[in-house]
């Protein structure tokens, strides 16, 4: 069995637990776009860089411990669940920036017809 750095499979573990958070919380039927930060985009990108550095250290081909592997396949499922999610939450960002836009639009709207009811009063 080839060694691997010794924070590796802890790192894997950490990011794993990360990632599966923050699935859970960017998925849409447990978030309302508004409670979305952009820190949570930069959060997930962190994390899958730590991966991938950890993933890059292993040597092509060799054999790694069952826990490491156990690890590496979670990683790619949070990956893969990471793809499934992104172009729906993107679809709801860009339906919350409109509805924003709108109400925006309105409020403008209202102001300026305020003031010039005002003044004809």
């Known amino acids: 069995m080839i060694r691997m750095r010794p924070d590796t499979l802890a790192t894997l573990c950490e990011v794993n637990g990360k990632l599966a958070s923050a699935l859970l919380r960017l998925s849409p039927e447990h978030t309302h776009c508004s409670a979305i930060r952009p820190q949570d985009f930069s959060d997930l990108l962190s994390e899958i860089l730590r991966a ?3 993933l890059q250290c292993l040597p092509a081909n060799s054999e790694v411990s069952a826990a490491l592997e156990q ?9 893969e669940r990471l793809q499934h999610l992104l172009p729906e939450l993107h679809r709801n960002l860009l339906a919350e ?3 924003l836009e709108n109400a925006q639009t309105n409020l403008t709207s209202a102001a300026a017809w305020a003031r010039t009811s005002q003044k004809t009063f």
């Open 71 to 79: 690890q590496s396949l979670e990683y790619r499922s949070n990956l």
């Open 97 to 99: 920036k409109s509805r």
């Open 52 to 54: 991938a550095q950890c």
